[in-house]
């Protein structure tokens, strides 16, 4: 069985910001726009909208997929 080294007082990095898009930021009637697949836009918009209790709104348009802050 191969031993695992242990280390002791090894302090953890930072964590990285996890928000990618402006969710904290918008106000009710708010939307921005971004160029990726609606569905990775929609479930962070869900993900972030269950820990806040914020509502989205994701749609395609001909531009790109926009997310509208509705409530």
Do not use: C
Request: glycine letters at 6%; hydrophobic letters at 40%.
């Amino acid at each position: 069985m191969n031993q695992i080294k242990i280390d002791k007082d090894v302090p953890m990095p930072e964590r990285a910001s996890r928000h990618r898009y402006p969710f904290k930021l918008m106000g009710v009637g708010d939307s921005f726009l971004v160029d990726v697949k609606m569905e990775t836009v929609r479930l962070a918009a869900a993900s972030y909208s269950y820990r806040s209790g914020r509502k989205f709104s994701v749609r395609q348009t001909s531009a790109g997929t926009r997310v509208w802050r509705i409530a």
